[in-house]
Each structure stands twice: as structure tokens, then as C-alpha cells.
């Protein structure tokens, strides 16, 4: 095939302290051509592209584009050679428009000719069939038409060479499809789009070409025609890996814990919890799907003390007692005096699970340091607990005191998740335990959920991908705006319908498709 | 190579994270960021003074440890500056950034001339002195703990507020100089009788303050690493999430943080009142509360380290004094000598943290072709 190049690495290397984050790398993007870079987490991605788009500067190796070496030590420079990235967190101002976001910060005359620019990005739009309103305000955006905003600017300054960044980490199914649909108009165009990516079905779904990288090396690439998810995640964890998530038939379940109607205004008056009322069972795990941002984090904190509600009430039945305690407004250390054994996985590990400087050993006491009447600290216990996590979960780390804020994505869950499950709970909330996590990791963590359903815990596990949430999930409860849209039974229920209840709200002033 | 490569837009250096070098490399590494300074500051001296480098260093060791007398008033002032530092330490390390130290120390002095000057005629030394160090104690907390309720309740910005409680403390002091001086209106007060000074040891009057500060030192390093309160400091230091998390009370931990350490400061004024000056102006502190928050960060929190960089600190203060005056050059020049040794420091930081990579040499661009 007589395909032109649109840029070829050579021998790229780069390195943070003794770690190598890409090891000589070399690869080819042609024209028209949409190309996967698959690879797990921690694998170098991310680095590559910023690489090419000028965050980073390569520590040795070459960019050629059009025959001539390429230096790219800015996001100004990636211009210059078209090439624009759209990076995983938008970066937009939030009280300007649309359009005015895509203008924003290019040369030209001093005068500022707006609707010649508006005119100028309406035909962008048309062109590759985008909608969006372009005199929206960002703020008033939805995280779907930020991301059009984001790659609508990037075409505007010329880009040829688009890179996304894991685009479809906070989109709904069918925004995805809608996504897809645009990225293949503009490769028809001639333009090559890079994907970042680690979900299979969408590199097999969208692009021609895939090329994966483990462990910062460059594995090899493949036409996306002749290769199947198995090779793929072959070549991307190097080994053969199962991928199936053994479920088990929830067995003797009561109610543990009881949400009735609870509702939350945050400080600008915005309701982010509307009435939400559902029931948590022991032995049972329940989903909670949704965009990013609907309620997720405000319900689990909810549940643990951390967040004042506006209305409705949090019951828990005890199962030992068989009391049942109301935990609504009631301080974490409150709830863990009433003797509820409450295990909760946030989503910011390092900024709210974990404290990032400390040692494994330190990290395991936060939950246990009060412990005794001494003034002084106890680390015998909280060190033998840390040595059994390390040992039992396969934490990688050097030793037990080695800070946790050096350690993979994977080990630091490892490490948390580890505490949480140690204090035997009868209610684990874990939220977005996987993200960012490879694929054994991942897996070791539904197991770990799964034992801890077979004993009798309730389980609320809040997660971002749908096909892992129907496999690993009892029920899963839909969360919109705020607002409950359904709770769907894991085992009959599809991708479609959950995507649908995810961005059908009960107030109507949404997308209703 | 089918393309003719180009290198030469490449930027000159740039700049890549390493692994911290750990041990007694980084301290090779300070060592010679030492070095490199008194280079500087000798090629400096010689181009501004047309003195000899040498001479000049000769007289900065002779001044901080030329005579026994000077090495104790260099150690003094090492106790001094390490007693304020341990004080501002917890606070910096709960990210509650004290920089009104100056001000608690101060109060804290003007307590112990205040409990000398009006309890002297009814109490015996005996008692009187925990009278003083008591008094001290709570005048320094109370400036402590001001700042910290407003910080803890209301979110008020702390930085500001305890350095406008400084300036309250020293007016405080200028107010009562003026007040109670003899002779009147001189704003200098009497010294407090000598009944009520701290007791010397041995035959050495800074004897007492040095030892004290030493196990204050101990005591410190242990309450930080070993306590639970220590603990809860570090937790909210680090991040305030994880702290409501667990379940710690922040507000109560920030207002508690920040009485230890208003009551240390008061601690060194009653040390410097009672110990050293024995009578207390506005200038008693003398910048030391500033001074402190480097000595804090430089040893990273660590009470031993701040040993070490407080006796530089003050090492590098008490030459200084003498370059002045032996070589009748004005304070200036010392000061930017100890600015140029302590601005190389802490840029050694940098080097430890960082490598800097220039552009590949022309050898290695040869073989490529």
C-alpha cells in the first residue's frame, strides 16, 4: 500500500528519575488513517503522545515529519507541524462560549472579528457534523460537549495529526457511537487520528491500525482487519489472561442498608442529590452507573458521613444487634462508634484514601491509630497488616515503608483497598475501584469484591465501565443528574438501556432519545 | 539514514526528574554547593573590597568559634534559633503557615519581665521562675491561638494574621518599654533582678538555656513521629480530605497544632528574658522568627537536622558580625555573603531532585551522520 507518512518516530526515549516511561521507541502515523495506541495503564501512552505534542521533550530520539526532524518542545511547536492533542482533562475557560474558547489565544489582527470566526467554525461543524451550540457557555456544557468544543479548537488552528487521549473514559455509549461517527468523517478527510485507549472493543470497533506498547516498549503494530481481543490482550499484558468475571448467586440476603429520599444542595444551590432512595443488600452487589459527575461521589459520601444532606435519611440494620441506626448527619467517627463497620474505597485515592508521603505501614494506621488510650502511636499491628496486604494482594514496592505516592496506580488500590476490606465490614462502597488499574489488577479486585459479597457484605461498587458492571453487579441502580433513572437487574439488562437511563433525567430537560 | 537529520533546533538543556539521590550523596551534594558559594563569594569579595578572600573567611570562622566565649555565644544562639524553629515546625508541617513566630516569642519575653517586674517583691526565685516560664507559655499560646480559631472557624487567610500579630506584639512591647522604663520616657526598661535569672551551671550562664533546648529537641522529634497527635499533624498536613476521611477533627487539630507552637515561641522569649537578655525591648527576637522558618525547612521537619542548619544559620551570623568590623566594611557585606551561601543551599536542592541534560555533544552527532 502507498500510504504517506504523516509522522515517524525514531528511537524515542524518555525517562522520569530511573524509570523509563518510553524505551526506544519507533512507529509511523500515515495520513488518513485512524491508529490505536493500546496499552495498560502506566504504559507509556500518555508519554508518547505528549511527546509529539509537545508537553514533553524526548530525553533522546527523533520526530520526522515530511522528511525533515521536527522539534517539538511546546504545544505552540505541535501547531506549527498541525498536529493537536485533546487531553484527557478539558482545558477550557468555563465562563466563555464556545466559540470564544476556540478563538481563544490565537494571533491575528487586533481587531477582533467575531463573527467571522464564528462563521469560520460553523463550517468546521458542518463539515465533519458536529452539534453543538456554539454560543453555549462552557460551564452550562455537558462533559460530551466539552470534548466537541476541544477537538472542534484543535481543527480550527489546522490540525492534521489529531491525538485523543482515552476519549471515551467519560462518554455514554451513545455518545461514543456519535464520536466515532465524526472521527471517521475526518480521517476519510485525510486527516490521522491517534486514539489512547486500553477498552478492546472500541480499537477494534473504530480504527485500521493498532500499535501497542507494554511496559514503555514499543510491542509491534497490527491492521485491525486480521487481529481479534485475544492477541490483542496477549500482546498487551504479554501473557495469555482470562477475562471472565465469575459471578455467584447472591445467597441469604437482608437489607443492610436503607436510603430514603435523601437530597443535597451544594453551595451553589444546585441540587446534586435529588431524592434518591434504594436499598443495599448483604450478599449482594450493587452497581451504580453514570456519567461522570452525577452524583456518585456526593451519594457514597454521603452514606459515609462526609457530606450534609438537605433532606431524607440513611438507616442501617444492623445485623448483629438487629437495631437499626439512622447514620444521616453523623460524623465518620460517630458512625464508627455505633459499631457500623463501614469500609469506603474513594475515588481520589491519593488525595483522600491515602495520604501519598506516607509509608505503607503508616497508611494502614489511618483507620486504626485511635485505637488504645496510649499518646503515643502503636506501628506493631498496623506493619503486620501491611506485610500481609503486600504479601496476600501482590503488592509490588520495594518494602513496607516505602511512601505510596511511589508506587504503580495498580499497587496504590492494592494498598487501599486492602485497608478497607481488612476491618471486615459489613457495607464496602467502593468507587471507581479499577480505574486506571491493568487488567490482572483489575481482576484481582472484582475477585476481591466477589469474596467479599460471598461473605455477606453489602457491596456498592460505583464504576465507569458498563460491560464490567453487568458482569460483576447483582443490580445496577442508574444515576442521572442527580437523580435515580432506574435500577436495572445486572443479568437481563444491556449496554443500550443503561446508556439511555444515564442521560434520561426525571425532570425532562434532557436528551430524551 | 535517508533523510539529512537536523539537530540543531534543539533547545540547549532541559531539564528531567531523577530519583532523589538518598544519604550521604545529597549531603556531598550540599557540601559542595557550600564549596561553590565560598568561591562565589571569594571572586565577589575581591572584586568589591579588594581584600583577601582568605582573610576574609579567617575572620568569619574566628568570629562564630575564635575564643571559648564565642563558641558559647555561638551555641547560645544555635539554642535560641532551634528553640523558635522546633516551635514553628508542627505548624509548618500541618501546612499552617506561622509566620508570626517573631510576634509569640516576643510576647513570651514580655511576660517574663512582667511576672519579674510585678510579682519580684512577693514571690521567692524559686517560685517565681515557673511563674515566669507558665506565664510565658500562655502568652505565647494565646498568639497562637488567635490566629488559629479565626483560621479553623472562619477560613481566615493565617499567613496574614500572624504577621499582623506580630507588629501587635511589638507595639505591645514599645508600649510598656515606654511606660515602665527608668529612667522615664527612655523606653528601655531595667534588668530584672538578678535573683529571677535562670540558674547558671556550671560557671556557664548559656549553660541552662542550650540544655534546654536539647531535650526540648528530643522531645519534639518523639511528639512528631511517635505521638498520635503527631500523627494527626502530618495527616493534615498532607491533605485535609483524608484527614475528614478518617475522621480526624481538623479545626480541633489546626487550633491545637498552633497553641504548642505559639507556647514554644513563648518559650524562647522566656528563655532569652530570663536566660540571656534579662530584660526584653522590641528588637528582643530580633528577625529569629523568620529566621526559623528557613532553619524548619531547610532540615525538612526533621528537629535533628535543624540542629545542623540552625548552627550554619547562626554560624554564618556570628562571622558576619566580625568581617564587619575587623575589616570596617558595614553589615551589608557580611549579610551578602550569608545570602549567597544560603541562596547556593538551597538551589543544591534543585540538583538533588533534578538532572540537567545539555544538548548531545558534537562527538556523538558526528557518528550519526
Given at each position: 500500500?502507498?500510504?504517506?507518512?504523516?509522522?515517524?518516530?525514531?528511537?524515542?526515549?524518555?525517562?522520569?528519575?530511573?524509570?523509563?516511561?518510553?524505551?526506544?521507541?519507533?512507529?509511523?502515523?500515515?495520513?488518513?488513517?485512524?491508529?490505536?495506541?493500546?496499552?495498560?495503564?502506566?504504559?507509556?501512552?500518555?508519554?508518547?503522545?505528549?511527546?509529539?505534542?509537545?508537553?514533553?521533550?524526548?530525553?533522546?530520539?527523533?520526530?520526522?515529519?515530511?522528511?525533515?526532524?521536527?522539534?517539538?518542545?511546546?504545544?505552540?511547536?505541535?501547531?506549527?507541524?498541525?498536529?493537536?492533542?485533546?487531553?484527557?482533562?478539558?482545558?477550557?475557560?468555563?465562563?466563555?462560549?464556545?466559540?470564544?474558547?476556540?478563538?481563544?489565544?490565537?494571533?491575528?489582527?487586533?481587531?477582533?472579528?467575531?463573527?467571522?470566526?464564528?462563521?469560520?467554525?460553523?463550517?468546521?461543524?458542518?463539515?465533519?457534523?458536529?452539534?453543538?451550540?456554539?454560543?453555549?457557555?462552557?460551564?452550562?456544557?455537558?462533559?460530551?460537549?466539552?470534548?466537541?468544543?476541544?477537538?472542534?479548537?484543535?481543527?480550527?488552528?489546522?490540525?492534521?495529526?489529531?491525538?485523543?487521549?482515552?476519549?471515551?473514559?467519560?462518554?455514554?455509549?451513545?455518545?461514543?457511537?456519535?464520536?466515532?461517527?465524526?472521527?471517521?468523517?475526518?480521517?476519510?478527510?485525510?486527516?490521522?487520528?491517534?486514539?489512547?485507549?486500553?477498552?478492546?472493543?472500541?480499537?477494534?470497533?473504530?480504527?485500521?491500525?493498532?500499535?501497542?506498547?507494554?511496559?514503555?516498549?514499543?510491542?509491534?503494530?497490527?491492521?485491525?482487519?486480521?487481529?481479534?481481543?485475544?492477541?490483542?490482550?496477549?500482546?498487551?499484558?504479554?501473557?495469555?489472561?482470562?477475562?471472565?468475571?465469575?459471578?455467584?448467586?447472591?445467597?441469604?440476603?437482608?437489607?443492610?442498608?436503607?436510603?430514603?429520599?435523601?437530597?443535597?444542595?451544594?453551595?451553589?444551590?444546585?441540587?446534586?442529590?435529588?431524592?434518591?432512595?434504594?436499598?443495599?443488600?448483604?450478599?449482594?452487589?450493587?452497581?451504580?452507573?453514570?456519567?461522570?459527575?452525577?452524583?456518585?461521589?456526593?451519594?457514597?459520601?454521603?452514606?459515609?458521613?462526609?457530606?450534609?444532606?438537605?433532606?431524607?435519611?440513611?438507616?442501617?440494620?444492623?445485623?448483629?444487634?438487629?437495631?437499626?441506626?439512622?447514620?444521616?448527619?453523623?460524623?465518620?467517627?460517630?458512625?464508627?462508634?455505633?459499631?457500623?463497620?463501614?469500609?469506603?474505597?474513594?475515588?481520589?485515592?491519593?488525595?483522600?484514601?491515602?495520604?501519598?508521603?506516607?509509608?505503607?505501614?503508616?497508611?494502614?494506621?489511618?483507620?486504626?491509630?485511635?485505637?488504645?488510650?496510649?499518646?503515643?502511636?502503636?506501628?506493631?499491628?498496623?506493619?503486620?497488616?501491611?506485610?500481609?496486604?503486600?504479601?496476600?494482594?501482590?503488592?509490588?514496592?520495594?518494602?513496607?515503608?516505602?511512601?505510596?505516592?511511589?508506587?504503580?496506580?495498580?499497587?496504590?488500590?492494592?494498598?487501599?483497598?486492602?485497608?478497607?476490606?481488612?476491618?471486615?465490614?459489613?457495607?464496602?462502597?467502593?468507587?471507581?475501584?479499577?480505574?486506571?488499574?491493568?487488567i490482572n489488577s483489575s481482576h484481582l479486585i472484582y475477585n476481591l469484591l466477589n469474596k467479599q459479597k460471598e461473605n455477606g457484605v453489602a457491596v456498592i461498587f460505583v464504576g465507569e465501565d458498563l460491560d464490567v458492571l453487568i458482569d460483576l453487579c447483582d443490580r445496577i441502580l442508574v444515576i442521572c443528574a442527580g437523580g435515580i433513572s432506574g435500577i436495572v437487574d445486572a443479568r437481563s439488562t444491556t449496554k443500550e438501556e443503561i446508556g439511555l437511563l444515564m442521560t434520561k433525567t426525571n425532570r425532562g430537560d434532557a436528551n430524551e432519545s | 539514514m535517508k533523510a539529512k537529520i537536523k539537530s540543531n533546533h534543539e533547545p540547549l538543556i532541559h531539564i528531567a526528574k531523577k530519583t532523589p539521590v538518598q544519604g550521604w550523596r545529597a549531603m556531598l551534594v550540599r557540601a559542595g554547593a557550600i564549596v561553590a558559594a565560598l568561591l562565589v563569594c571569594g571572586i565577589l569579595t575581591v572584586f568589591l573590597t579588594d581584600l583577601n578572600p582568605i582573610s576574609v573567611y579567617s575572620s568569619l570562622i574566628v568570629g562564630a568559634i575564635g575564643t571559648p566565649r564565642r563558641i558559647w555565644v555561638l551555641l547560645h544562639d544555635l539554642a535560641i534559633l532551634l528553640c523558635i524553629s522546633l516551635a514553628v515546625t508542627p505548624a509548618f508541617k500541618m501546612k499552617f503557615w506561622n509566620i508570626g513566630a517573631e510576634g509569640q516569642a516576643l510576647v513570651g519575653g514580655l511576660a517574663t519581665a512582667a511576672c519579674a517586674m510585678f510579682l519580684g517583691n512577693s514571690l521567692p526565685p524559686h517560685f517565681l521562675i515557673p511563674v515566669m516560664l507558665i506565664a510565658s507559655i500562655v502568652a505565647g499560646a494565646i498568639w497562637g491561638l488567635i490566629p488559629s480559631i479565626f483560621k479553623a472557624l472562619w477560613g481566615t487567610?493565617?499567613?496574614?494574621?500572624?504577621?499582623?500579630?506580630?507588629?501587635?506584639?511589638?507595639?505591645?512591647?514599645?508600649?510598656?518599654?515606654?511606660?515602665?522604663?527608668?529612667?522615664?520616657?527612655?523606653?528601655?526598661?531595667?534588668?530584672?533582678?538578678?535573683?529571677?535569672?535562670?540558674?547558671?551551671?556550671?560557671?556557664?550562664?548559656?549553660?541552662?538555656?542550650?540544655?534546654?533546648?536539647?531535650?526540648?529537641?528530643?522531645?519534639?522529634?518523639?511528639?512528631?513521629?511517635?505521638?498520635?497527635?503527631?500523627?494527626?499533624?502530618?495527616?493534615?498536613?498532607?491533605?485535609?480530605?483524608?484527614?475528614?476521611?478518617?475522621?480526624?477533627?481538623?479545626?480541633?487539630?489546626?487550633?491545637?497544632?498552633?497553641?504548642?507552637?505559639?507556647?514554644?515561641?513563648?518559650?524562647?522569649?522566656?528563655?532569652?528574658?530570663?536566660?540571656?537578655?534579662?530584660?526584653?525591648?522590641?528588637?528582643?527576637?530580633?528577625?529569629?522568627?523568620?529566621?526559623?522558618?528557613?532553619?524548619?525547612?531547610?532540615?525538612?521537619?526533621?528537629?535533628?537536622?535543624?540542629?545542623?542548619?540552625?548552627?550554619?544559620?547562626?554560624?554564618?551570623?556570628?562571622?558576619?558580625?566580625?568581617?564587619?568590623?575587623?575589616?570596617?566594611?558595614?553589615?551589608?557585606?557580611?549579610?551578602?555573603?550569608?545570602?549567597?551561601?544560603?541562596?547556593?543551599?538551597?538551589?543544591?536542592?534543585?540538583?538533588?531532585?533534578?538532572?540537567?541534560?545539555?544538548?548531545?555533544?558534537?562527538?556523538?552527532?558526528?557518528?550519526?551522520?
Open positions: 500500500m502507498n500510504r504517506q507518512v504523516a509522522i515517524e518516530l525514531k528511537n524515542i526515549s524518555k525517562s522520569f528519575g530511573s524509570v523509563y516511561a518510553n524505551k526506544d521507541i519507533s512507529m509511523c502515523v500515515y495520513q488518513g488513517e485512524i491508529l490505536s495506541i493500546l496499552g495498560e495503564n502506566g504504559s507509556g501512552k500518555t508519554t508518547l503522545m505528549n511527546m509529539i505534542s509537545g508537553i514533553y521533550y524526548p530525553d533522546s530520539g527523533h520526530i520526522i515529519i515530511d522528511g525533515e526532524e521536527a522539534v517539538i518542545s511546546s504545544p505552540k511547536d505541535a501547531f506549527k507541524y498541525n498536529i493537536g492533542m485533546i487531553h484527557q482533562h478539558f482545558k477550557l475557560v468555563d465562563v466563555f462560549s464556545a466559540v470564544e474558547n476556540i478563538i481563544l489565544g490565537l494571533s491575528g489582527s487586533s481587531i477582533l472579528n467575531m463573527a467571522a470566526a464564528t462563521k469560520k467554525v460553523k463550517e468546521i461543524c458542518d463539515k465533519y457534523g458536529f452539534v453543538v451550540d456554539l454560543n453555549k457557555k462552557i460551564y452550562e456544557m455537558s462533559v460530551s460537549e466539552k470534548q466537541t468544543v476541544e477537538i472542534i479548537k484543535v481543527i480550527y488552528r489546522g490540525a492534521n495529526i489529531l491525538i485523543l487521549d482515552e476519549p471515551t473514559a467519560v462518554l455514554t455509549p451513545q455518545e461514543t457511537q456519535k464520536l466515532f461517527s465524526i472521527l471517521r468523517k475526518m480521517r476519510d478527510d485525510g486527516k490521522s487520528i491517534v486514539i489512547i485507549t486500553h477498552k478492546l472493543h472500541e480499537v477494534l470497533s473504530l480504527s485500521d491500525r493498532v500499535a501497542v506498547l507494554r511496559k514503555g516498549e514499543y510491542i509491534g503494530d497490527v491492521e485491525t482487519k486480521q487481529t481479534n481481543e485475544a492477541q490483542l490482550t496477549e500482546m498487551m499484558v504479554g501473557k495469555k489472561v482470562e477475562l471472565n468475571i465469575e459471578r455467584s448467586e447472591p445467597v441469604n440476603t437482608v437489607e443492610r442498608l436503607e436510603v430514603k429520599g435523601i437530597s443535597c444542595i451544594n453551595r451553589d444551590g444546585i441540587k446534586i442529590l435529588d431524592n434518591i432512595s434504594f436499598v443495599a443488600n448483604s450478599g449482594e452487589i450493587l452497581g451504580i452507573a453514570g456519567i461522570a459527575g452525577s452524583g456518585q461521589r456526593e451519594l457514597l459520601e454521603s452514606i459515609a458521613g462526609l457530606q450534609k444532606l438537605n433532606g431524607g435519611e440513611i438507616l442501617y440494620h444492623d445485623p448483629k444487634t438487629g437495631f437499626t441506626e439512622n447514620l444521616r448527619d453523623k460524623s465518620p467517627v460517630r458512625i464508627k462508634e455505633l459499631g457500623v463497620r463501614l469500609s469506603f474505597v474513594p475515588e481520589d485515592r491519593l488525595g483522600m484514601g491515602l495520604v501519598g508521603n506516607m509509608d505503607i505501614v503508616d497508611n494502614m494506621m489511618l483507620r486504626s491509630y485511635k485505637k488504645g488510650k496510649s499518646f503515643f502511636l502503636e506501628r506493631k499491628q498496623p506493619k503486620n497488616l501491611a506485610l500481609k496486604i503486600i504479601n496476600d494482594l501482590e503488592v509490588v514496592t520495594p518494602n513496607e515503608n516505602t511512601p505510596v505516592r511511589r508506587l504503580s496506580g495498580g499497587n496504590v488500590q492494592k494498598v487501599l483497598v486492602g485497608r478497607e476490606i481488612a476491618s471486615n465490614p459489613t457495607v464496602l462502597m467502593a468507587a471507581y475501584p479499577v480505574r486506571g488499574l491493568d | 487567610n493565617e499567613t496574614l494574621f500572624t504577621l499582623m500579630m506580630n507588629y501587635i506584639a511589638i507595639q505591645l512591647v514599645s508600649y510598656f518599654c515606654f511606660v515602665f522604663s527608668v529612667p522615664k520616657g527612655s523606653g528601655r526598661l531595667e534588668p530584672i533582678n538578678e535573683k529571677f535569672w535562670l540558674p547558671v551551671i556550671g560557671d556557664n550562664d548559656y549553660l541552662f538555656n542550650i540544655l534546654f533546648v536539647l531535650v526540648l529537641t528530643v522531645v519534639m522529634y518523639i511528639y512528631l513521629k511517635y505521638s498520635k497527635q503527631g500523627y494527626e499533624i502530618s495527616v493534615v498536613g498532607e491533605s485535609v480530605n483524608t484527614a475528614t476521611y478518617i475522621g480526624i477533627n481538623v479545626k480541633k487539630v489546626i487550633i491545637r497544632t498552633m497553641v504548642i507552637s505559639g507556647a514554644i515561641c513563648g518559650i524562647a522569649g522566656f528563655l532569652l528574658v530570663a536566660g540571656a537578655n534579662h530584660t526584653v525591648a522590641d528588637n528582643t527576637i530580633g528577625g529569629r522568627g523568620f529566621t526559623a522558618i528557613m532553619v524548619s525547612w531547610l532540615a525538612k521537619f526533621n528537629p535533628f537536622s535543624m540542629i545542623l542548619t540552625s548552627l550554619l544559620i547562626a554560624f554564618l551570623d556570628r562571622g558576619a558580625i566580625e568581617i564587619a568590623t575587623q575589616h570596617k566594611l558595614n553589615d551589608s557585606f557580611s549579610e551578602i555573603i550569608t545570602g549567597i551561601i544560603i541562596f547556593f543551599i538551597i538551589g543544591s536542592e534543585f540538583f538533588i531532585n533534578y538532572s540537567v541534560k545539555f544538548r548531545k555533544s558534537e562527538k556523538k552527532e558526528a557518528k550519526n551522520k
